[in-house]
């Protein structure tokens, strides 16, 4: 079975990251207020840290351990969503430009990565998180039918400090204890 790449919703296109999508997402990333929500992303954000962040997502591709998207609006390219596997359960990421806030897309692309991780990897259990100064991703968990489970203290890097986060679970036997422990620098 073949394993789709692109994933369409109502009004995005989400697909894997590519060379040429570098300069899309340095320009979004390196607003303070993209960079200081990430756990990974450095700040200030460089044309070369995107390029790494490509070469990483396209080497997990190929192993099979993660999944991320940039997503497209009418060509243009408006952030990232994706999921990565960590002890049985789909660890859900995603982010939007600045001037792409309030507009659902973000709920749009990461209802369509879970959506296809469902269909193409069976994935049943869910889990993701959010900096406690970061309400508006809060919501969006929500809306995806995300419960919370606690609070967990996590490295920011474009902070380099530890800062207070919130996790979520979705799923029937999505484990709270997982999602809690659990967390990449």
């Known amino acids: 079975m073949s394993i789709p790449i692109e994933i369409s919703t109502e009004r995005l296109t989400i697909r894997p990251p590519e060379p040429r999508d570098a300069a899309a997402v340095t320009a979004l990333i390196s607003e303070k207020d993209i960079a200081w929500n990430l756990g990974r992303a450095p700040y200030p ?14 080497q997990a591709r190929a192993e099979g351990s993660e999944y ?3 997503i497209d609006l009418e060509d243009q390219l ?6 990565s596997l960590h002890f049985g359960q789909w660890e859900l990421g995603y982010w939007v430009g600045k001037p792409y806030w309030g507009q659902g897309y973000v709920t749009e692309a990461a ?14 259990k869910f889990m993701a998180g959010h900096y406690t100064d ?3 991703s809060g919501a969006v968990l929500r809306k995806l039918g995300f419960e919370p489970v606690g609070e967990v203290t996590w490295y920011a890097r474009a902070r380099n400090m530890d800062v207070p986060a ?3 679970i979705c799923g029937d036997e ?3 204890d997982i999602a809690l422990n659990w967390h990449t620098h």
């Open 45 to 58: 954000y460089t044309e070369q840290d995107a390029v790494e962040w490509i070469e990483k997502a396209q």
């Open 68 to 70: 991320s998207f940039v």
């Open 78 to 83: 408006i952030g990232a969503s994706g999921v």
């Open 134 to 136: 970061n309400p508006a």
């Open 166 to 168: 919130k996790r979520y």
């Open 174 to 176: 999505a484990s709270a």
């Open 111 to 124: 209802r369509g990565v879970m959506n296809w991780a469902r269909e193409t990897k069976s994935a049943t």
